[in-house]
């Protein structure tokens, strides 16, 4: 029996909602950015540090088109070579800026950036660019500590694409 979409959605709502609020925060900046939903430099930068990460991150993630087109279909050797190495690539930026604390988060976020069929190329990535050396060693800990064992070693993934993609919500005003 398939569970209901409505509930699927309400799940990826929880846990995006158990999320700290600096990573929800960076997921939503890097969807917007990364599929092209906002400006995300009116909408995100507070700050020149900000703005520079922002604009480091958008040129990075030009390669998403590219990435999603060459998702492997098999775990063959000769074809992780032209997708596995910009994944990585890509991770360790997204980790660096220390908001995806955990694979889960990461996961979260890699989904919806290149869909469903990078599930099995997660953990390899996340691990790779986790153990990178440009990481505090206190953080590259809590990364690698943040995978489960039952996601390092999936025997199979789901192929169901995301439904819920947090988008910037305006405060309302209460008073009005």
Known sequence: MKPAEGSMTLAEMKEFA????????????????????????ARWSRDVVE?????????????????REAVPDDSGLDAIEPFLPPLVTLAAFDLGQGRLTTFSAFRFLYERLIGAEV???LPAA???????????????????QSISEAAATASGW???????????VEKVDVAA
């Open 126 to 144: 996340f691990c790779a660019a986790a153990a990178l050396p440009h990481l505090h060693p206190e953080l590259r800990r809590k990364l690698l």
């Open 18 to 41: 158990g999320f700290t609020s600096s990573t929800q925060r960076y997921i939503r900046r890097s969807l917007d950015i990364g599929l092209d939903r906002e400006d995300a430099m």
């Open 119 to 121: 599930r099995p190329w």
């Open 51 to 67: 703005a520079a990460s922002i604009r480091a991150q958008a040129k990075l993630y030009r390669r998403l088109p590219e990435l």
């Open 158 to 168: 789901s192929n169901r694409q995301p439904a819920f993609f947090p988008y910037w």
